[in-house]
């Protein structure tokens, strides 16, 4: 691991530390994508725009379709407009929706491009500070460069 000091001698040394601090603190996209929570909201939102909120309500009572897809219609129904978010930064529960929105677009209820719209929402780049568990600030970016805390 990489301590602050060691990360601070890679920018250029003329970098005031605030600045020093932001770069520290911005989302990097060279880091491994982490998982978070979606809000509901985002999530309707992206079904509403990708016109597919109308079939999963629809799909909830489809006799066309198995019994194991108006389950799971009528799950992912109920989980976003009865909780505020959905917490993909749980593995378990991650596994779940992808399962379950797999089984949504076998069904032909969503597209496959309304799926990764709705997955893309939970991915996110870290910054260095937050891959490394480090709160960085001016003040500990001028305390590693050898100021007196």
């Known amino acids: 691991m990489t301590t602050l000091a060691e990360k601070i001698s ?6 005031p530390d605030w600045r020093v601090a932001d770069v520290l603190n911005t989302p990097d996209a060279a ?9 509901a909201h985002s999530a309707r939102a992206v079904l509403l725009a990708t016109f597919e909120w109308p079939k999963l309500k629809a799909a909830r009572t489809n006799a066309a379709l ?24 749980n593995e378990h529960y991650r596994t779940v929706v ?10 032909g209820v969503f597209t496959q491009s309304a799926v990764d719209a709705l997955m893309a929402l939970g991915q996110r780049h870290p910054s260095w500070a937050e891959a490394n568990n480090i709160d960085v600030t001016a003040r500990s970016v001028g305390i590693a460069r050898g100021g007196r805390a």
């Open 98 to 107: 992808q399962n379950g929105l797999t089984a949504l677009v076998a069904a």
């Open 66 to 89: 198995s019994d194991e897809a108006r389950v799971v219609a009528d799950t992912m129904y109920d989980a976003l407009t009865m909780q505020k978010s959905v917490d993909l930064g």
């Open 31 to 39: 880091l491994p994508i982490v998982w978070q929570s979606v809000s």
């Open 10 to 15: 890679e920018l250029p040394a003329e970098m």
